[in-house]
């Protein structure tokens, strides 16, 4: 009889970079810039030729996302109103990435804290939205930072990449073609993000995460069964980015906004609210776990008042930040770090046997959940 492979995560490991932008440094830096912009094109906009700008504002940021600050890269370009946009020299090909490095200083807390050499990791997956190039794949510079054997290759599920990337490692391990793979998501979104656009320039700052999804048979007596894992995809034009190669074949548009993040915050919120809630439900009912019965909910981190409806339809009462933790307060949206953040941050107190439930959400739309159980 063929033996069984279970898949667990045996540790997660973080990355946050040192520099942090506050709203208020955010706001002065966007409110000069509308100042010059307002004053530069002051003859057009008094002949109606073009809108003046407006002002950007802490309490709509604050009461709005929840948001109080953002790790970033590079603080002083993005902070440059004649700049607003991450800057640093450009590396050559025999230096590890920047996205890389992030990945890499996770990844090595993840295998740390795991007690795993890097020489019995199979796999490692890039799950990330923003890849630095198409190729060679940002996972196998890693894999070869890190002295991994086997293979490695980018995917890109947007906000939900890191989700999509533990249930891909979980079927490698449930398949036997893989004991131990690193789920990777360095997330440097100021490089998509636009800064001067007064709807979104407060939303994203940067991280990188590591999950380690590993056999059960070699797993560390400490870790986190995976109970279940569901993806779900539905298209929609309410978050979009259209940088891409073929950009090239229309330069005439190549500076347009919309080859930055854009949304249509509102419908998004509206609409990804009740198809997460429902989801969660769904999937919880499959498992045969009470939903009111989870532990924590480690939610992505896009917005409080969204983290907020969810958890209430899930847990059936208003969540506390005990079953809900936040930390988009402080690092922002992190695209598909930011579940596995509150993951890492706010895990170690869970005893034994608790219950709880990885979910992210974004572009696509995407959504992933992963209900895990805390064990030793
Ligand atoms: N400062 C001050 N006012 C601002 C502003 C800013 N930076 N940005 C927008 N406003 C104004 C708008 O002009 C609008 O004014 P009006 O009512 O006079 O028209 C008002 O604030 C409301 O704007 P709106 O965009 O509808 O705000 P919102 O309450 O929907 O909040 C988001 C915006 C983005 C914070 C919120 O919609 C959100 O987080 N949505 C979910 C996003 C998400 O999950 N995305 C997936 C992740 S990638």
């Known amino acids: 009889m063929q033996p069984t492979h279970r898949p667990v995560i045996s ?84 230096e590890l990435s920047i996205l890389a490095e992030i990945g890499v200083k996770a990844a090595r807390e993840a295998l740390e804290r795991a007690g795993r050499d890097a020489a019995d990791v199979d796999a490692v997956l890039c799950a990330a939205s923003n890849m630095q190039r198409p190729y060679p794949a940002m996972a196998i510079e890693i894999q070869q930072a890190l002295g991994i054997e086997g293979f490695g290759f980018d995917m890109n599920v947007a906000c939900s990449s890191a989700t999509f990337g533990i249930q891909t490692a979980a079927d490698y391990i449930r398949a036997g073609n893989a004991r131990s793979v690193l789920v990777v998501s360095p997330e440097i979104t100021s490089g998509h993000l636009n800064w001067r656009d007064r709807d979104s320039h407060f939303i994203f700052g940067d991280v990188a995460t590591a999950v380690l999804v590993e056999d059960a048979a070699m797993a560390p007596v400490r870790h986190w069964d995976i109970l279940g894992t569901r993806l779900k995809t539905v298209f929609s034009n309410n978050i979009r980015n259209n940088f891409g190669f ?131």
């Not at 706001?27 to 002051?42: K, L, M, Q």
């Not at 917005?303 to 079953?323: Q, S, W």
């Open 11 to 94: 540790a997660t490991g973080l990355f946050t970079p040192e520099e942090s932008i506050s709203n208020e440094e955010l706001v002065a830096s966007f409110n000069t810039y509308v100042e010059r912009f307002n004053a530069r094109n002051a003859e057009a906009i008094a002949a109606g030729e073009i809108e003046p700008l407006e002002p950007s504002s802490v309490e709509f940021i604050e009461k709005a996302s929840g948001i109080k600050a953002r790790h970033v890269m590079a603080k002083a370009p993005v902070l440059d109103p004649e700049i607003m946009a991450p800057r640093w020299a450009e590396r050559a090909n025999d």
């Open 246 to 376: 073929l950009n090239r074949a229309h330069p005439e548009t190549a500076d347009r906004p919309d080859k930055l993040f854009v949304q249509q915050g509102r419908k998004v919120f509206k609409e990804v609210v009740p198809m997460v809630s429902q989801m969660i439900l769904d999937e919880a009912e499959r498992l045969e776990i009470d939903p009111q019965g989870l532990r924590r909910l480690w939610l992505h981190q896009a917005n409080t008042g969204m983290n907020r409806l969810i958890a209430h339809r899930v847990l059936g009462h208003e969540a506390n930040e005990d079953e809900s933790p936040t930390v988009l307060d402080t690092y922002g949206n992190t695209s598909s770090a930011g579940s596995i953040i509150a993951f890492h941050l706010h895990s170690d107190d869970l005893a034994s046997g608790d219950t709880g439930l990885i979910c992210s959400f974004g572009a696509g739309y995407s959504a992933g959940t992963v209900f895990v159980r805390r064990i030793g």
